[in-house]
DNA sequence: GTTAGCACTCACACTCATAGAGTGCTAATT
DNA sequence: AATTAGCACTCTATGAGTGTGAGTGCTAAC
């Protein structure tokens, strides 16, 4: 009976760093000159023969080296490959780089995704945080002028959308603090996915007059709310991929940059992701357009909520261990601050 | 005397649009069957060899046709080409688009580059409201809660950036209120660029004892502003060019990809646009790594202020007349729609 | 001033041979 | 029974050599 004994676990260890470091099939005579020195290179081809026939492995052609297999590579992430240390200074250069980040969360996850992509050497993706989960903390109606009216929404993560409302009718600063006042005591607490439920017409009963504003204002602001959510899609780094020479061919370039332009679709790949950090390996992917990609990306929270992800996307041939540690390490960063920023 | 009589024009606008559509260099005998049927092609040749000396076409090497120069593709622009006429359909198409935007001017300007990208094939390029020199029409502070303070500030353009600011001692609304009218009375009317410059003590006189805020807490603020101009640049659809002859050698595609992820070099470029349409053809580019391209942008106001650019990139050999009636249009729509959302 | 004719140039596509890396199998070795 | 040496075989990548065709510049005739 075959079986996945240790020496070639070992040769699967060696064909996939192998492969990750050079592009290139891997033959048995390298594996049994640079890694199992101890191993004549007829025994490797044995062993690879039954590798192959597991799956682990492929051959592009005929009497060409062998390389791993989207399950070779699930085999190794899952327990082959060796956890990668960060070394001490590139860990307090990512604690540095937070640091210098001032702004709102919109930008410090802006800033992780482009340090993400710089250090990594692939493409990063990131969603800003989905307001939809957090929760209303304080609404404000403020008046600018006798017919704009601006509205502020703020949740338990920070500052969302607002926007300037244009009056029909003027309204005196008086009123829009109690019709402020009033949102706040029926809505504080609530979702902002819930806000897109509500009905409306339960809240006119008790301020009276200013049907505008509730019936036919707040109800788009909420929907706005909901939109923006979707569209907060970022990618740094395209251009990284672009030395592999798994992109050498234009069409595959030309592929892959336009699944990143497709807001939808990342927004998608990004949204559905739950653990605390997932590897997601070629035919994984759900999305067609990423069969020959993977993915690690790691989701990031406050109060214990998740409220987004981030990743890097890059081929299969990717260098795991230490992508992992720094995704890892990043978005520790990343929860650290904000729950340090946000706390209140 | 050589000059440049109208048949050179002729020649030179055959080369130009044949090039533009086949990305070939164009020989004398596709220019007398195709264009100037009436004229033989060793005249052609004649005329082309006096069109080279005179810079405005070039020879990719000997015995290949001819390319045009950017001193070429200059003169056809300027008073060679003829005015493309948008059809209907598109102009249609172009407004439906704007009246479905909701949101921010942000979200506006994010979805004229991406409609610019679509429509015209090559890549769009951005810059979201510069607030610097909008100027503040109402600053706000608001109490979330005991520590937290929201910053609201509006311009005679809309929303700006807003942040909360974490308190060491609590205030209560009644001071909040003290301090955000005083700032008001101060504030209002000065541009936001300088409102960095300010003196703040000059303000504190008048409300003692919350220094905190006034000190430490707005000029941070008034800094993030200044801040938050320059990396408010977007890209859309450079995976478009990939899809041109140019852009076939992968060092050529990275290299342009690169500096569409240099947001500083894209902020350069659209900074100084003053111009209503401005066309920047080959190396009268400043920036090295867009020598090889021509850029089209237009800038948009309100209040008759130029607020912002937008803009296509583009291989020198580009769609001219049809790129910039686009851009035209689409700005001219978007003109309209700022001026209509904004009106006070 | 224009055109036909012609010799010349050069990139590109094609073929073909060779080298080299790697395999799988068999037989010998441990 | 497991390992290894040896060998024939396969397939790609590389580079040289060749032919083709588009295009030119020049000259001489119209």
Redesign the interface.
Known sequence: MMSLNSRKRLILQAIIEDYINTAEPVGSRTISKKYLTSVSSATIRNEMADLEEMGYIEQPYTSAGRIPSDKGYRLYVDSIMNQNILNAKKIEYIKKEFMET???ID?LI?HASKLLSNMTKYASIAMAPQYGKTRL??I?L?G??N??V?S?I?TDV??V????I?MEESLDIRTLDKISNMLNDKLTGLSLDKLNDLDISNLTSEVNGYNELLIKVLP?LFQ?LK??DK?EVYH????NL??LPE??D?QK??EF??V??EHDLLFEVLEDKSEDLSVTIGKENKITQLKNCSLITATYSFNGKVIGSIGVVGPTRMEYSRVISLVDCLTENLNDILSKVL??
Not at 161 to 164: D, L
């Open positions: 001032l702004g709102e930008d802006k903390k304080h404000q403020i600018i002028d017919f704009n601006l502020v703020v920070g500052i959308k607002n926007s300037v244009r788009e706005a939109y923006s569209i740094e780094g395209a251009a672009l030395d992109y050498s234009i370039a030309r940059l336009n990143l332009d706390k209140t």
